[in-house]
């Protein structure tokens, strides 16, 4: 079963605009990381966001975290063609077996 | 590049038959688990293994297993493959024991399995 829900679960936009992804999940957690995906093959991880950690950046990418409610966003600023890929949030949730549980996944795309 | 390589990179087996996907990890990470990740879906835990013993699996039968060597490489086998176990595979190492707050997993490019 997934952990998280990705919204929305696909998104266009055109190149310069902003990005926003959100991502909700089920339970307590460690961290909460992105990943991208580009067509099907490998995750590259983008970032992480530890439980006591509110907001994180790193370069064109700005993460929030809200352990209240569960939820997490991610935004990419100034979009690129490059960027177009799916995304996805993972949890390291307590109390498990190390296992990192993934959302669904937001497909960005970004067009010219 | 996450110095995580998979082999084959595609494969076609029919139902029935069995299978073996294969992961290199980076030097020195003492963890790797493997994920099944369906079209259109966000990436499944199958299995980790930390210093080659099983360590945490997802709900998946027991003709999904796995072995880890001491050289860093992996595999992952599928006894009497279903049409349903089509996916793509992907291995993920890490140097220490995968779940602790500043962790990082390094995905492998995955194995594209067909089962017809």
């Known amino acids: 079963s997934q952990q998280g829900e990705e919204d929305p679960q696909a998104l266009s936009i055109q190149e310069g605009e902003n990005a926003t992804m959100n991502c909700s999940y089920k339970?307590?957690?460690?961290?909460l990381q992105w990943y991208r995906q580009n067509s099907g093959r490998g995750l590259v991880h983008l970032i992480l966001?530890?439980?006591?950690?509110r907001e994180k950046h790193s370069g064109r990418l700005r993460v929030t975290l809200d352990t209240s409610k569960k939820s997490s966003s991610l935004l990419i600023t100034a979009s690129r063609a490059a960027d177009t890929a799916s995304y996805f949030c993972?949890?390291?949730?307590?109390?498990?077996?190390?296992?990192?549980?993934f959302g669904t996944g937001t497909r960005l795309q970004v067009t010219l | 590049e996450t110095g995580v390589t998979q082999s084959p990179t595609h494969l076609i087996k029919t139902r029935g038959q069995q299978v073996t996907l294969r992961c290199s990890s980076q030097?020195?990470?003492?963890?790797v688990s493997w994920y099944q990740q369906a079209l259109g879906q966000g990436p499944q835990f199958i299995f980790q293994y930390y210093r080659e013993e099983e360590n945490g699996r997802g709900n998946f039968p027991p003709r999904f297993s796995g072995l880890q060597f001491p050289n860093y490489s992996s595999e992952l086998n599928v006894n009497a493959l279903e049409l349903d176990d089509s996916a793509l595979y992907l291995c993920a190492s890490s140097p220490g024991l995968a779940g602790g707050p500043s962790d990082t997993q390094y995905f492998g490019p995955g194995t594209r399995l067909t089962v017809l």
């Open positions: 966001i530890r439980s006591n950690e």
């Open positions: 339970t307590s957690i460690n961290n």
């Open positions: 993972a949890t390291w949730v307590t109390g498990t077996a190390s296992k990192l549980t």
């Open positions: 030097s020195g990470h003492n963890t």
